[in-house]
């Protein structure tokens, strides 16, 4: 399904009109928005202006637009307009080429969702329409597998409990099926008689949450409460429901789907913004230098007609000073523009597209899994903002989800909490068997083999906790009761639908709980709108639905109450125990074993349940129906009456659910920690659950500090405290656990004690979070620090969480895609995110620094010569090359390489960086990539200009006698020579840069000599092909003479000898830990890596085998050679045979 993006958004109202069910004719007056779809961004006629409009508003586009247009005016413009036409279109080609092949994409996704057919009902029988001419109001026929094509409100459904049936794949990702209801006014109402109903639906005007709706609709005297569960969102495809009758609500650009689609968040990289401000530098360098030669060039021509300073053979100029300065200050801007590379732009966004394919055709970030069809399917990565793949490499730190995140999601019963007793799963089985008083047949007899493991592994939970199975003689009837309560209060408090006898549940905690009821004796057989029934041991048991409370992270619990077989009114509430503690009253002794169950690191919940009186329930259910039935305030008068009904609850027991880690989450964590990142674990688990997780996965490894103080003040004293206590050169790892209020007085109120403690510590746990937190959190951290944040979670309620963080990483998990579809890259597993931000990320940062300061190095080195030049010939702006070497130089002729560079390039191997991520520290603080690094290789362009200058100056200008019968060589000589010399020089400047060679580098170099050779041939021997004529003829002048070939390779030296000294000394003398890296990879080799790698079956024993074997083939004591050591050759020499070394995949 094709999203829509709204150009244009609707000014909220505070009511919706009412639509008048199926009256066209008045619906039509009240200017409903229609349903067609438009998601391009142009049309043939808008896209010239919107296309140039876009492209303009870039600095540097409208940098070079300025500088063609002053090449244009022949009065003050020093070279010919092609030099700035050619690059400008060129770079203008490029981007209208890409805009126009995803416009058409667009264009046919609409064309195709405006003309699918549709079945609109009416008076005279159905009719058939496209989905761009349904209207609000219309009533429509939808047939299984049809896609939504508005927001409906279904008032028939050949279902006869009234459910319709939905795949939200399209939306959320979620391939499990979801029910929508009818309106129970209309279960069992034949579809004529529904028809000639007469009324007004009443909606709350658009809004774009997918959980919240709310309606009304009026038939006679009857009012009709609607929500969210009543309502078919666009986009969701009807599954397993034969017909459906719907009556449209929302059209166009009022769909729930439409307003989610709003532009999204845009990013820019700090390679991006130091690329910016380095071109806002430049710019300003370039017109103070322009300004002061403008001045001198004045000035000079003042004294041109003055025959004691020479230029008595001038002709005389009328000019004033001040005019002739004016115009030489353009002609300067247009000549010294070329110190800005009107490519780099453009080449960048290149490298970023085919960095992010490479990244996505890694295997390492592929899974291979199991269909549900049973077929083996391979599933990647998906990197959805290539402009942020450097950002990548300068994550400082990770904040992350643990739910579905670092654990698989999912939930298996392990143990329980009932009354005094405390049991396993093979306890709460034998427990049963009892109660039947059944020898031979038991309950856990028709356990399947996944839930036999279970058993013993619950069996093992209670052994930690020392608590041992109840003796048979101490099994009263009275708890016997109380177990019964707990597993129906499992089976019954949720809203899990079955469909042919497989549960389906939004929670998987819910899922959780009714197959380990169903495992106990008490199975739900099925729910509809109005009842729920169970098998309890054999015997069906219909309950009627009278309210169901549904969780939400501000309740924290959930209820149904019900009405029993016998008339007794129960309600059954299951949540957190911080919540459910204070909402009880009795018997609390099994939340006793709570803290030990969070100990094992295991989930839990508080289940209770109490009777309501008919005297009770009446008045408060009248009520409650009213209340549903409002649009204004509708659900703070609904949480009011459920806050007065869940009140003086009797707890029956604590579930106690394991939700094991993902496989390579504790090698990632602890390769994270290693690379200098610090790690947010955000939980809403409570502390103990957090800090047992955080045990498993290697996020707490050594001291932890929990702050979980009442009042701010104390909180401020215990960070005092803590501060006090950690010693920062121990070098030992510590942990900070901040649970509830603590958070925010951290993150706000003493901000500054925080950040002086986050930099001591490796890691933090928060606990006892909510989703709207996370967010806010992330925030607090990005705006304290400074420093790049990267978010990365599961769930829809991680979505607020990855957008806010500087790079949002979003796994496909099980409940769904919400989380990958609003992420900057999604990946499969968290294991994945090592090797994301540690090789992709690194390489990327390292190639894009690399393109960018190479490319602004190359035009300082070759186009700076023009600024000496200028000082002998009198300020008057004159060119050294040939126009057309001007025009390719940025597009053909250097070009190339860089952006090979900025793809292929890498320092280290993945296996090298694995073993010793540390390396990633010098990265992160900014010793690699910096502006002042590209400022230093500005200068060193700058370097080898002067060099190329003083070489002519001083060698060719004096010794200039290359023509026949004694005639020098004049400007042609010149022109060509320097053109050779400082072409050959930049490109063996690349190539020493160069730290990764293939056959694509090589073969770019031989491209651009071939360009070169081609282009600057015609230039020397065709008429008119250069404006100038600067080298016609110049080969024969210049590769005649032998001067020449010694004088270029001087030019070489001087230009290089600084750059390979700096190496030298660098490596030699002050090597960095990548240097040493290095040299450790060359002793030792990784010719192997890549040769044997497989893609294992995700959750079975080879994904865990090939995590072990993935060792590389360098000495396990590297770190401690490399710590110690400083010069590569004792290194080298302390290098010693591992013999108990992994071999190399």
């Known amino acids: 399904m094709v999203r829509r993006i709204r150009l244009f958004k609707t000014r909220p109202r505070e009511s919706y009109q009412p639509i008048r069910l199926f009256d066209d004719a008045v619906n039509k007056k009240k200017h409903f928005p229609n349903n067609v779809m438009r998601t391009t961004k142009y049309t043939l006629l808008s896209f010239p202006l919107k296309f140039l409009y876009q492209q303009f508003t870039m600095v540097t586009n409208l940098y070079f637009l300025a500088i063609m247009i002053i090449c244009c005016i022949p009065s003050i413009s020093t070279v010919t307009p092609i030099t700035s036409i050619v690059p400008l279109i060129f770079v203008l080609l490029v981007a209208a080429v890409k805009e126009i092949y995803e416009d058409s994409r667009r264009r046919l996704a609409d064309r195709k969702f405006n003309q699918s057919k549709f079945v609109k009902h009416t008076p005279d029988g159905d009719v058939d329409v496209t989905s761009s001419d349904i ?196 002609g300067y801007f247009t000549l010294i523009s070329y110190i800005i590379p009107i490519s780099c732009q453009v080449s960048l966004e290149l490298c970023k597209f085919l960095q ?215 309600l059954w509430t299951k949540g957190a125990d911080n919540v459910m503690d204070q909402l009880c009253e009795g018997d609390k002794s099994s939340l006793s074993q709570i803290v030990k169950f969070s100990e094992c690191g295991l989930r839990t919940l508080v289940l209770a349940k109490r009777v309501v009186s008919d005297s009770e329930f009446a008045p408060w259910y009248e009520r409650y129906d009213d209340a549903t039935n409002i649009l204004e305030g509708r659900d703070d008068a609904i949480n009011q009456l459920q806050n007065e009904m869940e009140c003086k609850l009797e707890i029956v027991g604590v579930s106690a659910i394991e939700d094991k880690l993902q496989d390579g989450v504790c090698e990632t964590i602890d390769m994270l920690i290693r690379a200098g990142i610090k790690i947010f674990m955000i939980t809403g688990d409570k502390m103990e659950t957090a800090i047992n997780i955080g045990k498993s996965c290697k996020l707490i490894t050594g001291k932890y500090f929990t702050i979980a103080e009442q009042t701010a003040e104390e909180c401020s004293k215990k960070l005092d405290e803590i501060l006090g206590a950690i010693d920062a050169d121990s070098g030992e790892n510590c942990t900070l656990v901040i649970t509830e209020k603590n958070n925010d007085w951290c993150l706000t109120t003493y901000r500054n004690k925080f950040k002086k403690l986050v930099k001591l510590v490796d890691s933090v746990v928060c606990c006892r979070v909510t989703p709207k937190e996370k967010a806010e959190i992330t925030k607090c951290v990005k705006k304290m620090t400074g420093e790049v944040v990267l978010t990365i979670g599961d769930g829809a309620n991680d979505v607020p969480m990855i957008n806010t963080g500087s790079v949002g990483v979003g796994i496909y998990g099980k409940e769904g895609t919400q989380a990958a579809r609003a992420s900057d890259f999604a990946i499969r597993k968290f294991r994945h995110l090592g090797k994301l931000i540690l090789f992709h990320g690194r390489c990327s940062l390292l190639r894009n620094s690399e393109l960018i300061k190479l490319c602004f190095f190359k035009n300082a080195a070759f186009f700076l010569i023009m600024l000496s030049y200028s000082f002998l010939s009198n300020c008057t702006a004159q060119v050294v090359y040939d126009d057309y070497v001007m025009t390719f130089f940025n597009i053909l002729f250097t070009q190339i390489q860089p952006i090979l560079i900025g793809v292929f390039d890498r320092d280290l191997t993945w296996q090298t960086i694995r073993v010793f991520p540390e390396i990633n520290r010098d990265l992160i603080d900014g010793h690699r990539g910096s502006v002042w690094n590209f400022v230093l290789w500005w200068f060193y362009g700058a370097y080898q200009s002067l060099i190329f200058f003083l070489v002519f100056y001083w060698i060719i200008l004096p010794t200039d006698v290359n023509g026949p019968n004694g005639i020098n060589g004049g400007m042609i000589y010149t022109s060509l020579s320097i053109t050779i010399y400082s072409l050959l020089t930049v490109i063996v400047t690349i190539i020493i840069e160069t730290k990764t060679w293939n056959g694509i580098l090589f073969a770019g170099h031989v491209v651009s000599l071939i360009c070169i050779i081609v282009i600057y041939t015609l230039t020397c021997y065709i008429p008119g092909y250069s404006t100038y004529n600067i080298s016609w003829h110049g080969y024969y002048l210049v590769f005649r003479s032998f001067d020449f070939y010694l004088v270029c390779l001087l030019v070489v030296m001087l230009s290089v000898t600084p750059l390979i000294l700096r190496k030298f000394i660098q490596r030699r003398f002050f090597p960095s830990l990548y240097h040493l890296a290095q040299e450790m990879e060359n002793v030792k080799g990784l010719n192997n890596y890549g040769q044997c790698r497989n893609i294992p079956v995700e959750g079975s024993s080879e994904v865990k085998e090939l ?6 083939a360098i000495p396990k004591n590297l770190s401690l050679l490399i710590t110690k050591s400083r010069f590569p050759s004792e290194v080298e020499m302390s290098i010693e045979p591992d013999e108990n070394q992994t071999s190399q995949v």
């Not at 047949?441 to 020392?466: F, Q, R, Y």
């Not at 019964?484 to 079955?498: D, K, R």
């Not at 709108?529 to 169901?548: D, E, M, P, R």
Request: with cysteine; net charge negative.
């Open 135 to 330: 209207k609000t109001g219309m009533f429509i026929k939808l047939r299984h597998n049809e896609i939504v094509p508005a927001d409906c409100i279904p008032l028939f459904s050949s279902n006869e409990e009234g459910i319709v049936y939905v795949e939200t794949a399209a939306i959320d990702g979620e391939t499990n099926l979801k029910q929508i209801l009818v309106p129970g006014y209309f279960i069992g109402t034949p579809i004529e008689k529904t028809f000639s109903n007469s009324g007004d639906l009443i909606c709350e005007y658009p809004q774009p949450r997918f959980d919240q709706f709310k309606a009304s609709l009026s038939i006679g005297e009857n009012k009709i409460s609607i929500n969210e569960k009543n309502l078919l969102i666009q986009g969701t495809k009807i599954k397993n429901t034969e017909i459906v009758y719907a009556v449209v609500c929302y059209c166009g650009e009022h769909t729930k789907l439409s307003l989610n689609q709003t532009p999204p968040q845009v990013k820019k990289s700090r390679i991006d913004k130091k690329f910016n401000i380095f071109v806002f530098v430049m710019i300003v360098v370039q017109t103070v230098i322009c300004l002061v030669l403008a001045l001198v060039a004045g000035f000079r021509h003042s004294t041109l007609n003055d025959a004691q300073n020479g230029f008595w053979y001038l002709p005389k100029d009328s000019e004033s000073p001040f005019y002739y300065g004016f115009k030489k200050f353009f």
């Open 356 to 570: 992010g394919l490479f990244i996505e055709h890694d295997d390492d970030m592929k899974i291979r899994t199991i269909s549900p069809e049973g077929e083996e399917q391979v599933l990647g990565m998906n990197a959805k903002s290539t402009n942020l793949n450097d950002e990548l490499g300068m994550v400082r730190y990770v904040l992350s989800d643990k739910t579905g995140t670092l654990t698989e999601n999912i939930m298996k019963f392990k143990a329980c909490s009932v009354g005094k007793g405390s049991y396993g799963y093979k306890d709460l089985i034998e427990l049963l068997r009892i109660v039947r008083q059944v020898e031979t047949e038991s309950v856990g007899s028709e356990c399947s083999e996944e839930n036999a493991e279970e058993s013993d592994n619950g069996t093992l939970v209670v052994e930690t906790l020392k608590v041992s199975s109840l003796p048979k003689t101490d099994f009263t009837s009275e708890q016997c009761e109380k177990v019964v309560s707990f597993i129906t209060c499992m089976a019954i408090c949720n809203t899990v639908s079955v469909n042919n006898g497989t549960y389906s549940a939004q929670s998987p905690d819910e899922e959780a709980l009714c197959k380990a009821a169903k495992d106990f004796g008490i199975e739900l057989v099925s729910r509809n709108q109005k009842t729920v029934t169970l098998n309890v041991f054999g015997t069906l048991h219909i309950y009627s639905i009278l309210a169901v409370f549904e969780f939400n992270s501000d309740r924290k619990r959930m209820s149904t109450l019900v009405r029993k077989d016998d008339g007794t009114i129960e």
């Open 1107 to 1112: 995590l072990e074997s993935c060792t590389p």
